[in-house]
């Protein structure tokens, strides 16, 4: 009876919606896990730029210091020429060099106070940033591992909506399954629709009053005559 394999090809329309919901679903996770990730990436890229800037000041104060030591380096050997020269102008020259030296090191250490400072806010900083960004990073792997777990479930889902698809077409005649392949070629597409008001449920315009009556008939399969679509008649 053709009235029963409408009602199949409901059936089957409704596991293929089904079937490709779920296949959308498990495609789009790859997508949102490479999302997550890049989440990740970001942030441990914002912990590695504290570092960075942390790091960048150390090294400010170990060349400081480098400059600190050579400049009482200096001083040391002005202090053996001293003690050599016979001169007094030489000498007083040394005394001037030496006392350049010392005013230099002045001017440094206290740079190196300020980077100290600056050093010490750096690493804080940093912490602060290691700690609320190693947190989210615990969220994004957190969801992730939901995402993976999600992926396992839709391919059962995949599996058993094909399956389930696969069994329905059994029960379509073949001439009808054909119509039906050939509209649902695009996916999201429904198949078949009502007729209401002698319109199509598909496409919305109205059909020929021959389309209408074979759909109230519902003897054979009928398909609009606009879009294509398999047509049945409700009140
Ligand atoms: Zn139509």
């Not at 060099?97 to 400072?117: D, P, R, S, V």
């Not at 209408?212 to 879009?227: N, P, S, W």
Request: charged share 30%; aromatic share 4%; proline share 3%.
């Amino acid at each position: 009876m053709v009235a029963i394999s409408l009602e199949k090809l409901l059936v089957l329309q409704d596991r293929d919606r089904k079937r490709l919901s779920f296949e959308q679903q498990l495609q789009a996770v790859p997508r949102e896990i490479a999302t997550v990730e890049g989440r990740i990436a970001t942030e441990k890229a914002a912990i590695e730029a504290a570092k960075a800037e942390w790091h960048a000041l150390e090294s400010k104060k170990k060349q400081l210091e480098m400059e600190i030591g050579s400049a009482e380096d200096k001083i040391g050997k002005y202090k053996t020429q001293q003690s050599q020269v016979r001169k007094n102008d030489e000498y007083q020259a040394l005394t001037h060099e030496i006392e350049t030296a010392q005013a230099g090191i002045g001017n440094l250490e206290e740079q190196e106070i300020g980077i100290m400072l600056s050093i010490d806010e750096a690493k804080k900083r940093f912490a602060a940033a290691e700690a609320e960004l190693k947190q989210n990073i615990k969220g994004h792997e957190a969801k992730i591992h939901t995402l993976r777990e999600r992926e396992g479930q839709l391919r059962v889902d995949v599996k058993a909506a094909q399956d389930s698809v696969a069994e329905s077409r059994e029960q379509v005649p073949v001439p009808q399954l054909k119509i039906y392949d050939r509209i649902a070629i695009k996916p999201g597409h429904p198949v078949c629709v009502p007729v209401t008001g002698a319109r199509c449920g598909g496409c919305h315009l109205k059909v020929s009053a021959n389309v209408e009556l074979e759909a109230r008939k519902l003897e054979q399969v009928t398909t609009c005559d606009q879009c294509g679509r398999i047509v049945y008649w409700t009140p």
